[in-house]
């Protein structure tokens, strides 16, 4: 194996707190916001940069309008379905009511917006409906699963995050019978006008998971300007350095990392869940991971999506929260658990040995900590000529024999 630096475009926002503060300034919300209003700001379950910062610039502009906010999390069926697991999620974060200056309330308990044309209940967060006004933040990005000009941003947030383990059970229910770009385009449009939504605040993260940009929006422009944002972020996208690989090792998955675990955007699983359809890259035919993040806090969801994986990932699993976030999302398959060895070394010689005629030692393989993290990755040395031709990729290493411990276990990258 060799080591190889990728080079991606690398916008980036240098002073968070001011640009959130400035961005949300040009929306002339003192107009619409009064003296001791009370702002429910949403934190969502995925591992956003500078979250935390993010959140408490977000918080000190309303304080400065004299207005009253708090957060909710909105995270739909995640941290286990309940109020307490899913503050202790964004607390993971660093967004604790001692660092962001306001209450968290956290809640599962939804009202009732009113019924979308396709026939279920518009459900919304308690605590966000009874506030004077409604600030959504989140990330803008390809979802794992969808496709279309909305996937993972401020609307889906609106309807998976602030519509609680309720919401988001009918809402996927309701994306096997219609298309998903249906759904969100009759649900956000409700929370917006009956759930007092006053603004956006989108965050596009670069290759490096950085912040590369931040956006305010006013509620009304939300719609219209999020699939701009989205062509952003695809724009800004890390990826896999090489379109064939054998067996992509993958050190760890999480719920911070992906709402799947693993992104499978980057991984060219998000057509077919073990194999790559005729128009995606990376082309890839094993996976193989090797551990849960601490923040994920067991929930393994994505699993499922991957050939191969070790009995600790099994072991660290919380079966509970992962059958949760299954089920709720209708994505039964994600939960289930692979072929597990006891050791690296076992693990990765079955996925090797799975490859049809092509023998282990002429396998490209490619290792990476997780799938946000592809700025540096290790490859086999079959890679090692194509690399060298590339102005994008940088040689780090000569190749090297892996090395596993006592126990058959590699260290971390």
């Given at each position: ?353 799975s490859l049809g005629m092509t023998l282990p030692s002429e396998a490209n393989l490619v290792r990476i900590r997780n799938t946000l993290k592809l700025a540096e990755v290790e490859c086999s040395a079959n890679f090692l000529e194509e690399a060298h031709q590339r102005e994008d990729l940088e040689v780090l290493s000569e190749p090297r024999p892996m090395t596993f411990d006592k126990d058959g276990n590699l260290s971390a990258i």
């Amino acid at each position: 194996m060799f080591r190889l630096r990728q080079t991606f475009q690398r916008p980036k926002v240098d002073n968070v707190d001011k640009e959130v503060r400035q961005q949300l300034a040009n929306l002339n919300l003192e107009n619409q916001v009064q003296p001791q209003d009370r702002v429910a700001i949403t934190v969502g379950s995925r591992g956003i940069t500078g979250i935390a910062e993010i959140i408490r610039a977000i918080v000190r502009f309303f304080q400065e309008l004299g207005a009253e906010p708090f957060l909710v999390p909105a995270m739909g069926s995640h941290g286990g379905a309940t109020a307490e697991g899913q503050q202790k999620v964004i607390e993971s974060y660093g967004v604790t009511e001692s660092y962001c200056g306001c209450p968290i309330c956290s809640s599962m308990e939804t009202v009732i917006l009113g019924r979308a044309s396709q026939g279920f209940d518009v459900h919304l967060d308690r605590q966000a409906a009874a506030a004077d006004h409604i600030v959504v933040c989140g990330r803008v990005k390809p979802h794992t699963n969808y496709f279309g000009p909305i996937q993972s941003g401020l609307m889906k947030m609106m309807l998976i995050g602030l519509g609680k383990h309720a919401g988001a059970s009918v809402y996927h229910r309701g994306i096997h019978d219609f298309d998903f770009q249906q759904i969100i385009h009759t649900v956000a449009p409700m929370v917006i006008e009956h759930g007092n939504v006053l603004a956006g605040v989108a965050v596009v993260e670069n290759a490096y998971d950085e912040t590369a940009h931040i956006e305010a929006l006013a509620a009304n422009d939300i719609i219209s300007r999020e699939p701009e944002l989205l062509k952003m972020a695809i724009n800004y996208m890390a990826q896999l350095p090489f379109d064939d690989i054998d067996v992509v090792m993958i050190d760890e998955i999480g719920k911070e990392v992906s709402g799947t675990g693993l992104d499978t955007n980057i991984v060219g699983r998000k057509s077919r869940e073990h194999g790559t359809s005729k128009d995606e890259r990376p082309r890839v035919k094993r996976i193989i991971v090797r551990d849960l993040t601490p923040k994920s806090h067991g929930n393994a969801i994505g699993i499922g999506l991957v050939e191969f994986t070790v009995d600790r990932v099994v072991q660290k699993m919380d079966i509970h929260a992962t059958r949760i976030n299954a089920v709720t999302a209708l994505h039964l398959t994600a939960a289930m658990v692979p072929i597990h060895y006891p050791s690296d070394a076992e693990v990765l010689e079955a996925g090797l040995g799975s490859l049809g005629m092509t023998l282990p030692s002429e396998a490209n393989l490619v290792r990476i900590r997780n799938t946000l993290k592809l700025a540096e990755v290790e490859c086999s040395a079959n890679f090692l000529e194509e690399a060298h031709q590339r102005e994008d990729l940088e040689v780090l290493s000569e190749p090297r024999p892996m090395t596993f411990d006592k126990d058959g276990n590699l260290s971390a990258i």
